[in-house]
């Protein structure tokens, strides 16, 4: 059993996207989205790696979680992923960064502090001017 550091971080986030992408009543659907969307370009592997890493045994991985930010990166990219086209899911994506970035950019120019709640809250006012 392969115990290598970046082998096991594969298979954790294999294992995170399938659990993500699963619906009751269409498994093995779900298992080839969740590898032909998003797994095999961000792992590079094929279908049976993508299998042998679903079958990984979850005990071993217990002391190897994925760090908040890259967890919650993947629960937002495949519940994009999900929601619509891909095409779509990179526009917002694309669009959300540009925001993101601006804000930042904005902050550090203004030499502000920033936190998870200050950057909410100066992202939200950068979404004002597009309500309509």
Request: hydrophobic letters at 40%.
């Amino acid at each position: 059993m392969r115990t290598e550091p970046n082998y096991l971080f594969r298979v954790v986030v294999v294992k995170l996207v399938d659990k993500l992408f699963y619906e009751p009543g269409n498994a093995q659907r779900c298992h080839s989205q969740a590898n032909a969307l998003i797994t095999r370009q961000l792992c590079g592997i094929g279908n049976e790696t993508y299998w042998d890493y679903l079958n990984y045994p979850d005990e071993v991985l217990s002391s190897h979680a994925l760090r908040p930010e890259i967890e919650y990166t993947l629960r937002l990219l495949v519940t994009l992923v999900k929601s619509m086209p891909a095409y779509e899911a990179a526009c917002f994506l694309e669009f959300l960064y540009r925001r993101v970035d601006t804000v930042l950019r904005d902050a550090k120019r203004e030499e502000s502090s920033l936190n998870s709640e200050t950057l909410i809250a100066r992202l939200s006012r950068s979404f004002e001017p597009l309500n309509v």
